[in-house]
């Protein structure tokens, strides 16, 4: 039997671990842009953001740190890397343009 084959591991060791650090380095990063978004809405003129702006960008990074919550949680079940949809192994490739990802590139386009 091959690593690559192994039941339990959709993923080698050694991209998973990759995909974890970028999650993780995401995380961090999300939740610094979220911190500096909110101190910025609490300054008198906002640090020259509009308001539509401010909350938009506040939605995204909050969007991306529970998508990215979900993903590491996702690792330490076991279930990363399988789209939600047909439970087929998502593409290396794709997990590393986007570790986030929930779904095989078909099953998003078609939802
Ligand atoms: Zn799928």
């Known amino acids: 039997m091959t690593p690559a084959l192994h039941a339990t591991a959709p ?12 999650l993780e380095d995401d995380f961090a990063a999300q939740t610094a842009r979220l911190t500096q978004l909110t ?22 990074a909050r969007q991306r740190i529970a998508d990215t919550a979900r993903a590491l949680r996702r690792m330490s079940e ?12 998502i593409p290396l490739g794709r997990l590393r343009n986007a570790p986030h990802a929930t779904r095989c590139t ?6």
Request: aromatic residues 6%; charged residues 30%; contains cysteine.
């Open 39 to 60: 101190v910025y809405a609490r300054l008198p003129r906002r640090a020259g953001y509009d308001v539509h702006t401010l909350n938009g960008q506040a939605a995204d």
């Open 11 to 22: 993923l080698p060791a050694e991209p998973l671990e990759l995909l974890r650090t970028m």
């Open 78 to 89: 076991g279930t990363y890397g399988r789209c939600e949809a047909c439970h087929r192994p």
């Open 106 to 111: 078909l099953c998003d386009r078609d939802r």
